[in-house]
């Protein structure tokens, strides 16, 4: 690792090179897998609205509660003599902060409290048996005063408690009276004005429209829109019992779900109404229902008195959600520019690519062929591209097949300087200019015995059996013209002795002194030569095929000694493999 690193190596940037492969097997399945994603997207998008623009909902919510209820109170333990009350809205309604209001169904009063000495309520923690087990100035939580230090008989019984100091009579610990006081609470309505604001889109809406009946009651399905709604109706919805719940109370969610989809050609803005029971409802509660204590203060003959008032009832929470989507047109607009116009194309040149992005283009990915037994390349010096043929689509000469196409990669040049300085040319002498020899386009003679598929003139008939002698009937030309051995780049590239010896110093530093194997070594690194410096990747050199005319001029120069060659000894045709 090295010690430091220069400033070069501080502003790099590093990406993934990307590898087109050209098979049709990992195409259907790369395809298949397109398709599969981009119909799950598709589902979502267009299900959740996900090619809009989302944003949450403000809100604010005002209720009023309406309904009467007659409620009969006995006087006393005992007594048959019973009081009728009739409570109203300002009875059983209580002010609650936030989103949520008290509706009381069930109540038990202590009447006629003042401030004194009077024993606790007998528990397990108040209970005395004498004054030392009462403590002067305790104080607890759970106690309705403050201890005196004395242990006094719990009015006409036996027991006895600690005496405190507090409001007297002691409130009783009684279970809540059933069935509940304001049973009847069930036929109240409440009515939910719930105003929205979407700020960013500008848009503010409320859940009572135009043309309301005022005497509606919401119904799931014959009035899903009405915001009034009966009490017994909610707890319906949820499958609860309101007649048991009024009797502890509960908590009970109102929710109110906005989706609105606020695009000019499909506008709707409407809400939903949903309810949920949100206390624990379960028997094994250890505090069920929903209950609190308040007071009514008086005087009675100049004394203060209160009536304790505990009061069992239910708590509506309204929960507001809502999301406005609407579609993203600023993309639109942005990939849509007209920059290119007649009016303003002097000014940007947005539509033409940059030069900068196709150099890191090319740079990223690369294409190649899945490579099979049956696939082979060709060049030919008066092409551009190389052609790809597949053998099992071979029924005639490869010199006669068209074939596909493809692009030749980019030769890279980095690494000439690694050869050895017999490779380079020598420098011209002064005075004389540098010339770079063409190949000529003129039509050549074919010479004797060149077969008719040859167009270059120095080709020879094919030695191989029949059932592969299409292998071998390619020329370096598709038209005619000068053949490619005849170049001086082929005899500097391809049969320099020395260029040749240099390369394999890489794979065989001591060479065999054997003349024949020497050759042999030779023939096949200037096989090597020969692709790799006109199919340029190597990737694509491993499935070459060797015109004839370059494989009889290298097989002159490098002979071997019995005359005897074997051609193509692999299925897959590549020019290593020749012999």
């Known amino acids: 690792m090295p010690d430091c690193c220069s ?30 994603v981009f119909s799950y997207v598709s589902f979502a998008l ?55 209001f008290f509706v009381m169904t069930n109540f038990r009063k202590t009447e006629g409290q003042e401030q004194g000495l009077c024993p606790e309520y007998p528990t397990r923690r108040t209970i005395c048996s004498s004054d030392s087990n009462c403590k002067k100035g305790r104080m607890n939580p759970q106690s309705n005063g403050i201890q005196t230090g004395k242990c ?61 009946n005022t005497t ?7 009035d899903p829109l009405c915001p009034i709604f009966r009490l017994g109706d909610i707890f319906q919805e949820t499958g609860d019992n309101f007649s048991d719940v009024a009797i502890k109370g509960g908590i009970m969610g109102i929710e109110i779900y906005w989706d609105c989809n606020l695009d000019r050609w499909f506008q709707h803005c409407r809400p939903k109404y949903s309810f949920r029971r949100l206390d624990d409802k379960s028997s094994e509660s250890l505090y069920p229902g929903y209950n609190f204590r308040y007071a009514k203060y008086y005087k009675e003959n100049n004394v203060e008195k209160r009536t304790l008032i505990k009061v069992f009832g239910i708590r509506f ?16 607009s942005t990939y849509s520019s007209k920059c290119c116009g007649s009016q303003v194309y002097r000014f940007c040149k947005c539509c033409e690519p940059f030069a900068v992005n196709e150099y890191y ?47 030749r990669p980019l030769m890279e040049f980095r690494d000439l300087s690694r050869l050895a300085l017999s490779v380079h040319p020598s420098p011209p002498k002064p005075g004389q200019p540098e010339e770079i020899e063409l190949l000529s386009k003129e039509e050549t003679s074919t010479s004797h015995g060149s077969p008719d598929w040859c167009q270059c003139g120095n080709c020879l008939p094919s030695k191989l059996p029949e059932s592969h002698r299409y292998l071998e009937e390619l020329c370096c030309r598709k038209g005619k013209g000068q053949c490619i051995t005849t170049s001086e780049a082929f005899r500097k590239l391809i049969l320099s002795r020395s260029t040749l010896q240099f390369f394999l110093l890489y794979e065989k530093p001591l060479p065999e002194p054997d003349a024949d194997s020497s050759n042999r070594e030779l023939r096949h690194c200037a096989y ?48 290593a493999q020749q012999s």
Request: charged share 25%.
């Open 317 to 332: 929470d309204i929960l507001v959600f809502g999301t406005a989507t609407l579609f993203i047109d600023f993309l639109i």
């Open 528 to 575: 090597r030569c020969y692709t790799a410096w006109r199919f340029g990747s190597q990737d694509l050199a491993d499935f070459a095929i060797l015109p004839s005319c370059c494989r009889w001029r290298i097989r002159k120069e490098f002979p071997k000694s019995d005359g005897k060659y074997s051609g193509f000894k692999s299925p897959y045709g590549c020019g």
């Open 361 to 407: 283009h090319k740079k990223k990915f690369e294409n190649i062929v899945a490579p099979k037994s049956t696939l082979k390349y060709v060049s030919f010096v008066d092409e551009s591209n190389i052609r790809m043929v597949d053998q099992q689509l071979l029924g005639r000469r490869l010199q006669d097949v068209k074939g596909e196409e493809v692009p």
């Open 46 to 100: 267009v299900k959740d609205k996900l090619y809009q623009q989302k944003e949450p909902v403000i809100s604010s919510v005002h209720t009023k509660v309406k309904g009467i209820a007659e409620v009969k109170e006995t006087l006393e333990k005992g007594m048959k003599e019973t009081v009728r009350s009739i409570f109203d809205t300002a009875d059983y309604t209580f002010p609650v902060q936030g989103n949520s």
């Open 216 to 222: 509606c009651t919401f119904h799931k399905t014959r």
């Open 7 to 36: 400033c070069g190596d501080v502003f790099q940037y590093e990406t993934v090179k990307v590898i087109r492969i050209q098979s049709a097997n990992y195409g259907t399945i790369k395809w298949f897998l397109h398709m599969l």
């Open 152 to 212: 006094v008989k719990y009015y006409n019984t036996t027991k006895k408690t600690c005496e405190v100091t507090a409001w007297c009579p002691i409130e009783t610990a009684e279970e809540a009276p059933k069935p509940a006081l304001l049973n009847s609470a069930e036929n109240f309505t409440v009515f939910i004005k719930n105003n929205i604001d979407f700020p960013g889109h500008n848009y503010t809406t409320r859940n009572i429209f135009p043309g309301l």
